[in-house]
C-alpha cells in the first residue's frame, strides 16, 4: 500500500503528527510525506528513525522535499537504550534564568546548574529548552561548552523551534537539535521523571 501525505504550508508539529496517525493506520507499505522546508523534513525524518523505520528523503527543490518511509510487517518501534550511563530523566528549561528575583543571581544560578549536569552520573537522558529557556542553546550563551560536552556524551538537547521563530534565533542555535511540540510532547510524557527548571 502507498499513501501521500501532502504537509506543505503546516507548521511543526503538524506534519509529524500526520504522518504518524498514517504509520499507526498502516500494517504494511510506503508513506511519501512532502513538507516545504527543511525543519519539518527533518522532524519528520527523526519520527521515522525513532520508529525505527527505513527511510530516504529527496529534495525536488528548495521549497518542496519528500521523506519515504517504508513500513514492514515486523517492525517494532526502537527504544533508546541509556542505561548506567543515563538515567531516564528529561530536564525542562523554560528560562535562561533559575528561579525568580534577581536575573543576575538567576543568570548565575543557571551556569552553576548547567556545570553541575557535567559533572554528576548518571546524565539525564534529554534536555529540553522551550520558551525563553532558548537562549540558553544560542550564541552567545554563558553555557553553550557545557551543554556541548552533555550532548558529546550523548544527552538529547533539543531546542523548541516555535520559541526560536518567536525570538528570531534559529540561526543562531549553537548545540543540540530544533524540534517540534510533538517530539517535546513525546521526551516530556515517556521518562520515569521530569523536572521543570526555570
Known amino acids: 500500500m502507498k499513501k501521500e501525505i501532502d504537509a506543505r504550508g ?10 504518524k496517525k498514517e504509520l499507526d493506520k ?18 519528520v525524518s527523526k519520527l521515522a528513525k525513532s520508529q525505527g523505520y527505513e527511510y530516504n528523503t529527496e529534495d525536488i527543490s528548495d521549497k518542496e522535499f519528500h521523506i519515504h518511509i517504508k513500513k514492514g510487517e515486523g517492525d517494532i518501534k526502537v527504544e533508546s537504550s541509556k542505561e548506567g550511563k543515563f538515567e531516564d530523566l528529561t530536564i525542562a528549561f523554560s528560562s535562561e534564568f533559575m528561579g525568580e528575583g534577581s536575573e543576575e543571581l538567576g543568570k548565575i544560578l543557571m551556569k552553576s546548574f548547567i556545570y553541575t549536569l557535567t559533572e554528576v552520573t548518571p546524565y539525564p537522558a534529554t534536555l529540553i529548552f522551550y520558551n525563553g529557556g532558548v537562549h540558553l542553546t544560542c550564541e552567545g550563551s554563558e553555557v553553550l561548552d557545557d551543554l556541548r560536552k552533555l550532548e558529546q556524551e550523548g544527552v538529547e538537547v533539543i531546542s523548541c523551534g516555535t520559541c526560536l521563530d518567536f525570538y528570531n534565533k534559529k540561526d543562531k542555535v549553537k548545540v ?8 517535546i510532547y513525546e521526551s516530556l510524557k515517556n521518562p520515569a521523571k521530569t523536572i521543570n527548571i526555570g
Open 10 to 19: 503546516l507548521d511543526c508539529p503538524k506534519p509529524v503528527i500526520m504522518t
Open 26 to 43: 498502516l500494517s504494511e507499505g510506503l508513506i511519501t510525506t512532502i513538507v516545504d522546508n527543511e525543519i519539518a523534513k527533518e522532524n
Open 176 to 183: 543540540g537539535d530544533i524540534s517540534n511540540m510533538y517530539t
